[in-house]
């Protein structure tokens, strides 16, 4: 085996800090798989579901305390505060370290530290970067090998001299006084303590892939974003692809997975699946946006996933899947609130506590048996419609960006930017409704630029400004589009059916970007015209679209105050670009 002599020490000090009993590296192999799967199961850390009925698949409940990202414990660590920036928690490196060192220090005695060396991207490839996870998790390591290229091979890559982003983790006491999610850009490391949840532990996902991912491709001149990757191959044949953000728990995953409605099917249109969560993106040489997807799995929402929103994530948890926090039925299967079919009769719910459907919460509201951010951690390869071009060297080219997010009110169905930096504007100035994957109030409108305003790994204004930039080194940008499915009514219905519908939305989207469909300019940007979007089959009475496609010029007003005061807190730092779009949006909503 080669040896990396930085990784050596590296491993050596953190074992010194953490004082596992053994050290085991992850070789990749199935082998260590199973053994690691048995041992975790009598330790009564994971529990094997239903051979017959859910063959390789295993149920797990983190503690009560410990279900979504703490993003107020997550922390962006650099010499300098104004590199972290107003929208990120900063802290000192040197203070940093040393607090977390207190909370790692011999947290791992009676445990194995688990070596996990893995690859964002396909090995090997142009687009990939080599990260070593420590951890004392056997659900870890699990979750590691499904959603990263994981073992030996990586190794053989980073070679004796490579660089590698050090990731060490430690579930410790998982007392939330003493969980810290720490980034250091200026030394490629993360550390994190305390918790034993997804985004907070994975750390190839949002802390390697986003965090860190994000600083280096500003170095690089590249992007490292929260998005999804589709391609909508049409009738012709033809392949286009999509990069979309929305923030957390707003849709990624069911785009990403989608399955066109009957009227569409019969046009002949096919969805690609290529990345459910992260997006990768470099300029090519021929002065294009190419994407990969950096993982090799899904870490997906489970409640309300069912095989009429998403069939495709359904076949895909079948087999070879780790459910986290759903309820577990007394024949160990699962189940979680907005599957198929009735809830069962009882089960254990999310809590590890005996549950009925007829149980009721302090606040006399159903009790869920899943936890709403409940998860499951599935393989790529299983989705049906997983692209033959996810695992492609060079990506794939991508036709257009979209954004989007959670809002009841104001953002229409879908708009298309004026250009790349009004795009970009759009991009930065984009809000949602906070949901369950993270914690805080429920439902609050927050910005959330690029639905990356949690993962940003250095200062917001800089990264539009490198936004900005990407923009004027491409022969031909792709178009960027804002969408909202979740617009409702007064009763609070959702207005727009959503899911497989959303193809429709998609359909409009290359069709703008070959300048074949019809569009009306409103202040915001265009706006399809009714008759521009294919509704064939769909039930929509016209005053419903109308109210879907309408740009209320008092709202969008009001809109801009709150925008100037999210901008004011950037400085210096926000780009000129961006001062002029707000004003030039202020000017088309007030003049027409
Ligand atoms: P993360 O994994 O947290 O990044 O989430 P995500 O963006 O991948 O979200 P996901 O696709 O898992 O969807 C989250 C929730 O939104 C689920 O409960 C979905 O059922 C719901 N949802 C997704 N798409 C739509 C849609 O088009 N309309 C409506 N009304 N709900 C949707
Ligand atoms: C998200 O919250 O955006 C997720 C889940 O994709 S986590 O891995 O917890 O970040
Ligand atoms: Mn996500």
Known sequence: MIKNQVLESWIKECATLCQPDSIVWIDGSEQQRDALRAEACATGEILQLNPDKLPGCYYHRT????????????YICTTDKDEAGPTNNWMPPKEAYQKAAEIFKGSMRGRTMYVIPFSLGPVGSVFSKIGVELTDSIYVVLNMLIMVRCGNEVLEVLGESGDFTRCLHSKADLDEKRRLILHFPEDNTIWSVGSGYGGNVLLSKKCMALRIGSAMARKEGWLAEHMLILGVEAPSGRIEYVAAAFPSACGKTNLAMLVPPEGLTRKGYRIWTVGDDIAWMRIDTDGKLWGINPEAGF?????????????????????????TNVLLRDNKTVW????????????????????TPDMLDE?????????????????????????????????????????GGRRARLAPLVYQSYSWQHGVFVGATMASERTAAQYGKLGEVRRDPMA????????????????????????KPPKIFHVNWFRQDEEGEY?????GENLRVLEWVLDRCRGEADAVATPIGYVPTPDSLDLTGLELPPKIIEELLRVDRQQWLAETDSVREFF????DHLPHALVDELDSLKRRLVTG
Not at 363 to 392: D, I, M, V
Not at 495 to 499: E, F, I, K, M, S
Request: proline letters at 9%.
């Open 452 to 475: 990356m305003l949690p993962f940003c790994g250095y200062n917001t204004a800089d990264y539009f400004q490198h936004w900005l930039l990407m923009g004027q080194r491409m022969k």
């Open 363 to 403: 606040k006399k509201k159903p009790l869920p048996g899943a936890h709403p951010n409940a998860r499951f951690t599935a393989p790529f390869t299983q989705c049906p419609s997983a692209s033959f071009r996810w695992e492609h060297h060079h990506g794939v080219p991508i036709s257009a960006v979209v954004f």
């Open 495 to 499: 207005l727009w059916p959503g899911y």
């Open 63 to 74: 503690a009560k305390n410990d279900v979504a990202r703490t993003e107020h414990l997550t």
């Open 568 to 571: 004011d807190q950037f400085g």
């Open 299 to 323: 870490f997906g929402v489970a409640p309300g996933t069912n095989t009429k929103t998403n069939p495709n994530a359904m076949a895909t948890v079948r087999r070879n899947t780790i459910f």
């Open 336 to 355: 979680w609130e907005g599957m198929d079919g009735d809830p069962p009769e009882s089960g254990i719910d999310w809590k590890g506590d005996h549950w």
